[in-house]
């Protein structure tokens, strides 16, 4: 068994779930304990939330310094019982490692430690690691470390945390990550539920969330929020080209997700444009009223939507959070609970992005594709606000990320291990 | 303490709840010893759910039947923690009396049984009881018993089972009710829940169903499903008069519901007409995807509605439900559950209504209203079919029928029995 992988099996028994504040101290406690048995200093900074654990590697006559950025937090595992094996016993099944956070992405902090371990005397570049414990539930003290930590971090550029490849296993190079607001909208009525008989002339505050969602987003999928697109800013020839390269199979996507078409149609070009470089909103929970079996005849006092907004550069999630508000309220919906982050890319022409391509060309054999903006989202902006940001990692289209059966493909360990080394290798050489 | 009250504090404590099938028997059992303590032919009839009591009590030499419907079920207590008193333990505050089912409708056989009791061998009609345990959970046997038995059923007309106050104490005396429909639609979506990520591009349940309701009425209340309106009878000069002699005391109503004003800024005889002779469609309840605390970013795999439609004379629920399935159809929202029954109304000139607010007069020393139709619904269309239909009874509009903390003013219930017995008197004569 690989160091990598030995490693990677400790830190999967740890339940840390900060949503549920649990295994956090024994997360931090065994990176610690990792991070000194590399020749590392390491540092347990406190935060608002949970700690970060910072580590230093200095490689010696090096002019370069690459920041490292992971998270020790997991999604909960729930629901259990749709998992085959346990989300805390690392299992090893049809060449898959199953456990809960395998993928997102303690996997990918093992083959960075990997390629650590494996470069020994001969790293080339100074390394410095930043793992969090609140990716999961919005990066809150991720900001406020930066800024107070600036001259600890400085760097010439950031590794983020994932990364994958696609169905022919050719491995995806990052360049950004679109931003994301959550929030929940309430609308409220009667002081308690009412009899349904009044409902003739009585105001619902479910149908008036009805009718504010309606006027949110049309049926084919285009934001109708006034204006929402007013920042999206233009792919340029660049995002073009990476675009028009990047694989992005139409029928094992429909199978994958159980689906028979695309939203509006969608397919080709336009599919792929959407998933990169379009905004949109999407609701993740509705709620109100009766939902118990059979029926109840009852108007009810409030109904709540759960939703989050995705955003592409140079839309800001102020302005988002503003528009909602002002849309939202001659509806007398209201916006609570709101938080989020704004999007964040590095051009896909940048020099580092150039090393992570041709690092995976050399570690896979394959040739990697680009991707501009991921349609998921992260608090890369704090740190491309310093610095450009490239992103990679030993994911692939059947992880299982936030789902039951998290799992990475054993057979991937090695090249993402050694995609790391050429990684810095090449990085210190621009 | 009198011999409807003795009766209906027995009644009460039987938590006769079919939604719950606690109760039933014992309500039954009680039932068959109160009919034959008022020397009634009293009998059982099975149905496919719960069963109907049928008694009778002959008056020698009446031309008239009277046949008066009841129901010994009650709506469940639930939330317990909102009861002042025990549900199950009739208890006397301020002049009230509270339990679970004594406005909707327990008080209301007690009355017509203490008249009844107090007639005695001066009872100058023909009399007949049903009493059903299906009520609140939609009657689904009630035709079929109706059907069956028409000819032991056989009267001149009906009394119903509800009926009460206004806020003046004027008795209303009602002719007819709402019809209902309640259904639940589904959109289904992807085959499990999804990274809201892919959002942009992956077709949402959540968002085919907002489209959808949306589509089904206007924000100002009209509906806008096709059709919903054409069989829609008008209001005639008898209807006209009754509308404008019905009392509606907007500010207390508002105070009571807990709302700055009505839909669409209905007030006045606009406000009296939409309660009374318009329909509806209410959202009862909404449900899909995460509904728990914090946020969760997922694209849901479907999404619910729980609704009514309030219906008045003539429209058909049949007709209704095929307009819903025909509308809901290409958002790909599938009507499930869907039971009811239609409106139905006797006319406010019938010489039965007349004897009902001329007895009324009588009893209470108030000049009585004339409710068309009253907003909420019951399967007064079973009985309507074979003789006109009238009601009234000891309800107030502070009763919470429903809701926690039912009561009923005890000062109500000797007016009520004496409305009663001067009804029959009057209803003899016709």
Partial sequence: MSWARAFLERYLRIPSVSAQRTGMREAVTLLLETFRELDCDVRVIETAGNPVVFAEKKAPGAKKTLLVYNHYDVQPPEPFEEWISQPWVPT????????????????????????????????????????????????????????SNREMLAADACLWETGGKDEQGRPDIICGVKGILHAEAVARGPSRDLHSSVG???????WRLVHALAGLRAPDGVVTLPGFYDKVRRAD?????????????????????????????????????????????????????YQGPGSKTVLPKEARV???VRMVPDQDPKEVEAALRKFLAPYRVELVDVHGYPPARTP?????????????????????WLLPLMPASGPMYVYRALMPCVSFGAGHPGANIHSPNENVVLADLEPAEKHMARFVERFALL
Same sequence: chains 1, 2.
Wanted: aromatic residues 6%; glycine residues 12%; without cysteine.
């Fill in 237 to 289: 020839k660049a995002d073009r080209q990476a675009l028009a390269a990047m694989p992005y199979d139409e029928e094992s996507r429909k199978k994958l997700y159980g689906i028979d078409g695309f939203l509006g149609g969608l397919s080709g070009e336009d599919l792929k444009e959407a998933l990169v470089f379009k905004p949109t909103i999407n609701i993740n929970g509705l709620t109100g009223g």
């Fill in 92 to 147: 090893e099944r049809d060449g898959r490692l199953f456990a809960r956070g395998v993928a997102d992405n303690k996997a990918n902090l093992a083959v960075r430690l990997g390629a650590l371990k494996a470069l020994g005397g001969r790293l080339p570049v100074n390394l410095k690691f930043t793992v969090e414990g609140e990716e999961e539930i919005g990066s809150p003290s991720l900001a406020g470390f930066v800024a």
């Fill in 348 to 368: 896909v022409d940048a020099p580092v992005v150039k090393a992570a391509v041709d690092s995976a060309r050399d570690a896979y054999g394959k040739e990697p």
């Fill in 200 to 206: 003739v002339a009585v105001p619902s505050p479910a």
């Fill in 306 to 308: 759960k939703f989050d």
